[in-house]
């Protein structure tokens, strides 16, 4: 699986509404795992590693406490 900037480069921009939508899903699929704050939080407050903002989802879907 790639990332989502290098399949974007030849494809348009997403609209605000686009990128509301899928934040949407995507905090109501970390709600769904019981994933406390989602993704976009854990972000905001400063995670940018692509692999320990997926560790924590996982682990806290998992019932864990993350990092």
């Known amino acids: 699986m790639g990332t989502i900037l290098p399949s974007l480069k030849d494809e348009p921009a997403f609209d605000p509404t686009d990128i509301q939508a899928m934040s949407m899903a995507l905090e109501d699929a970390c709600k769904a795992l019981n994933v406390q704050g989602g993704i ?24 864990g406490t993350g990092c």
């Open 40 to 63: 976009i939080e854990l972000a905001r407050r400063g995670e940018r590693s692509p692999t320990k903002l997926r560790d924590r989802v996982l682990a806290e879907a998992n019932g």
